[in-house]
Each structure stands twice: as structure tokens, then as C-alpha cells.
């Protein structure tokens, strides 16, 4: 071939898979090799199931054309998001209080990956409990950037993020709180979706904000998310939040009206993204779009939203990890110094500042002041997007307020690396589906502008983002630097 197979995307490489044109064992081979040249540096992976992923293609190559066909993901690498429970390799999510922690059970989505042909290469970095944005706050080490080793892969999806844009595999899976799929995406260059909240299933994800986490696919190509999404989407009697195949289905029409949040291209946007922004909206109006000026007014209360609500979730969740049950334990004289000593060592400074913010913001005497108010705010931002899809079809903003940042820049600032996530937040709190598409550079590092549409209408997201494919930068790769 021309080309690499860690180079092709996902659709391809099944296709010649089907055709017999390679072997499931060449593909894995061409990624262990991809993986094993750039992750020493990014370090995106936090555990590698090579041969696991080996045995798996040597099965798929004694497949018959048929058996290979009917799967749609067959002879295709994935790689999983680590708060994702799987039982044949460790699910730590990047925290000590579960470091060699291996589950008795498969994520759903995990055995639909595996029921669809794909093969799991690994388990990917996150910040710790999926609390961060930018990888930094794992507790085995951070992940870098494949574009700039000296810069932030965002996250919490970081893993991710990196192993897809610097090609170590065509797919991976992340989870979505408050934008930990789309900054990331945004951030290192690929595309990367939250799905409407229910649409998969959180079965087997380890809970950080339980009525805002949506796990979802991340791809270099369109066409590869749609496939992962097609895998992984559907309902599922094993998650309560779950909702019925109701997708709306509903072929778009053209053109689209599309609205233009006044609120989101305020202060605080890097100019550089807005002028890449402009270019986009300039390109969509050449298209034959309808371009409208539209208002979120309460988005300026999201922030503040977001982080008393999924703080005050997470201190419930993370209530399970207590050294007695599974994970971590620090012996000790007595049980009450058990749990704090248990807690102490294996928590992050991260998770305990939420846990922290989560516990006073539930406490008596500052529950309706705090988190019941939050909720409050959260029905007038749904509001204000029910609104808004009356008269658009979609809404476009941008993913991030600026490019990637340096490693370490924001480390003891919180609330700046908080407001990060500024734009991305509003979707969860909503319970929207979003997609980040690469839409070019500014400062020479990726830009992302997020999509979004009413609740159900992935599909329609998802058959605009594959006929904006386009209009976007054609799929290149970091070239390869040294550590």
C-alpha cells in the first residue's frame, strides 16, 4: 500500500479488511508499531493490551468475508477512555485509590464494541476521576499534545485525544461531563461528539456527575465517528437514564438555519479563533445558509452552574471509594481513620477540592442556596435553548476560548482552567448532543467549532457534520518531534 495502515481511517481499514485486502494482524501490527514510536513522549495510553489486540485479529483473519461484513467495526482499533469498565485490562481512572483495579464486568459500550468486530488496543489517559481539562491531573503522569509536546492535550479525555490525532489508532472512546470530549478534540485537531444524554449507555462508566456524563466516540473523519456512534448508541435496560430508540430521524433540509450565539463571541474569545470562526461562518453563507443573530441569555450563568452541580454529584459518587469494598486501602486503627487516611492517599488534589465543594454545596443550610438554585439556572439554560431551536435548525460556537495551553500554565489556577470550559458546559447541563470539528489554526495549533442541535437529533448533527466534511482542514498528522 501507499500509505501506512495507522494512517488510513477507520471505514477504510475495514473495508480492505472485508475485501481481504489485509489482515486484521497487519492492521493491529501497523498501530502497536505507531503506538510504540510516539507514546514513550505523549504518553496517551495508560495501558497497552497488545497482545490481547493481537490474539483478537488473528481470530477476525479466520473469518470468512460474510462474518467480516456483518461487523461493522471489524479489523478496526479502539482504544477506551480509562473510567470505562472493562474486565480483561485495569480500569484505574487515572487514580490511585483504584490503580490495579480490574472489574468483573464489561461496560456496554465495551461489549458492543467487541460484538461489532473492534479491537480494544487500550486504555487511554483522563484526568483523575475525569475531573480536569487538560490531562494534567492524572495521578501517573500527564499526557502531551501531538502537535506541541510543551502543551496541554485538554481533557479530561486527553488519552484520547492524542493516541487518534497522532495516529495510534482511527478510534477511541471518552466521556463527556462538561466538554471532556469536545475541548480535547478541539484541542489536538480531531472530531469528537457528545451524544444527547441517554442515547448510550453510562452502564460500566465510572460516575463522576451522574445527570451530566454521556460517553461518546472520537475519530478523525466523519464518517468514522458516525460508525462508532452507530455501534455504541442505543438503549440499554441495565442504565435508568437511558431512553428509548426515539432518535429523530428526519432528513435535513437545506438550507440550514443555523444561529449564532451573541453570548459565546464575547470577551475572553482569542481573536485569532474568532477570525478563524468568521471564515467558517463566511464559508457556511456560501453554502447557501442562513446565518442568524440569536440569544442564550442565561449562559453567563453556566459556569457557576456546572461547577456547584457536578461538584455536589461527585461527592455523592465518589462516597464508594472508601478502602473497604475495592481499591485502595490504608490500614489503619480504627475505621474512621481508615476512610480519611484511605481517602487522603489515594484522592488527587482535584478530586478532593470538588469533593470538598460538592459536600458544602449539599450541606444543611446551603442546600437551596447553592446546589437547588444551580438546578435552577440549569432549566432556564435548557429554556433558553428550547427557544432557540424553534427558529434554527443548529447552533455554532466556538469549542475553546483559546488554543491549547502549556503544560503547567494553569496548574495552581483553577478558576481559570474552570472557565476553559466556558463553552461547552451549557450542552451538558441541557442535555444536548454537540460535535467538535476541526476548522483550522490559529497561533499553528488546532481550532475547534462546536455544533449543536435539539435533544434526539444526532443524526441530523451527525449528517451535517458529514456534509460539512468539506469545508474542513483535510486530516493530517504532527510531525514527528522529540521529547
Not at 443573530?293 to 459556569?303: G, M, N, Q, V
Not at 454537540?434 to 449528517?463: R, T
Amino acid at each position: 500500500m501507499a500509505k501506512s495502515l495507522w494512517m488510513e481511517d477507520a471505514v477504510t481499514l475495514h473495508e480492505l479488511f472485508v475485501a481481504g485486502e489485509v489482515r486484521a494482524t497487519d492492521i493491529v501490527e501497523h498501530h502497536l508499531e505507531r503506538l510504540n514510536a510516539r507514546d514513550p513522549v505523549i504518553r496517551a495510553f495508560l495501558h497497552v493490551a497488545a497482545e490481547q489486540a493481537r490474539a483478537q485479529a488473528a481470530v477476525q483473519d479466520r473469518w470468512s468475508p460474510a462474518e467480516r461484513a456483518e461487523r461493522p467495526l471489524s479489523g478496526v482499533p479502539v482504544a477506551i477512555k480509562d473510567n470505562i469498565v472493562t474486565e480483561t485490562m485495569p480500569t484505574t481512572a487515572a487514580s490511585r485509590i483504584l490503580q490495579n483495579f480490574y472489574a468483573p464486568y464489561n461496560a456496554t459500550v465495551v461489549d458492543k464494541l467487541y460484538e461489532a468486530g473492534a479491537i480494544v488496543i487500550g486504555k487511554t489517559n483522563l484526568d483523575e476521576f475525569a475531573m480536569g481539562s487538560s490531562t494534567e491531573h492524572s495521578a501517573f503522569y500527564p499526557t502531551r499534545n501531538p502537535w506541541a509536546l510543551d502543551r496541554v492535550p485538554g481533557g479530561s479525555s486527553g488519552g484520547s485525544a492524542a493516541a487518534v490525532a497522532a495516529g495510534m489508532v482511527p478510534l477511541a472512546l471518552g466521556s463527556d461531563t462538561g466538554g471532556s470530549i469536545r475541548q480535547p478534540s478541539a484541542y489536538c485537531g480531531i472530531i469528537g461528539m457528545k451524544p444527547t444524554y441517554g442515547r448510550v449507555s453510562r452502564y460500566g462508566l465510572i460516575a463522576f456527575a451522574s445527570s451530566l456524563d454521556q460517553i461518546g466516540p472520537m475519530a478523525r473523519r466523519v464518517r468514522d465517528l458516525r460508525a462508532l456512534y452507530d455501534v455504541i448508541a442505543g438503549p440499554d435496560p441495565r442504565d435508568a437514564t437511558s431512553l428509548p430508540d426515539t432518535t429523530d430521524a428526519t432528513p435535513l433540509s437545506r438550507p440550514w438555519r443555523i444561529g449564532v450565539p451573541r453570548e459565546y463571541f464575547g470577551e475572553g474569545l482569542d481573536p485569532e479563533i474568532r477570525h478563524v470562526l468568521d471564515r467558517h461562518l463566511s464559508q457556511l453563507r456560501a453554502e447557501g445558509h442562513e446565518i442568524r443573530d440569536i440569544s442564550l441569555p442565561h449562559t453567563r450563568f453556566a459556569i457557576a452552574a456546572y461547577y456547584l452541580i457536578a461538584p455536589a454529584e461527585a461527592s455523592s459518587n465518589l462516597s464508594r471509594y472508601d478502602g473497604i469494598r475495592y481499591g485502595f486501602r490504608r490500614e489503619s486503627r480504627d475505621l474512621v481513620t481508615l476512610y480519611e487516611a484511605t481517602r487522603d492517599e489515594g484522592f488527587g488534589p482535584e478530586v478532593k477540592r470538588r469533593i470538598l465543594l460538592g459536600t458544602h454545596a449539599l450541606s444543611s443550610g446551603y442546600y437551596d442556596a447553592y446546589y437547588l438554585t444551580a438546578q435552577k439556572v440549569r432549566t432556564l439554560i435548557r429554556r433558553d435553548f428550547d427557544d432557540a431551536f424553534h427558529t434554527v435548525d443548529f447552533v455554532v460556537t466556538p469549542t475553546t476560548p483559546e488554543v491549547a495551553f502549556r503544560l503547567g500554565e494553569r496548574s495552581d489556577d483553577p478558576l481559570t482552567m474552570y472557565l476553559g470550559d466556558i463553552y461547552t458546559v451549557t450542552a451538558n447541563l441541557a442535555g444536548l448532543p454537540a460535535i467538535s470539528l476541526p476548522v483550522g489554526w490559529a497561533h499553528g495549533l488546532p481550532v475547534g467549532v462546536q455544533w449543536l442541535a435539539k435533544p434526539l437529533a444526532d443524526h441530523q448533527l451527525l449528517e451535517a457534520a458529514e456534509a460539512l466534511e468539506g469545508l474542513l482542514p483535510p486530516v493530517r498528522f504532527p510531525e514527528e518531534v522529540e521529547g
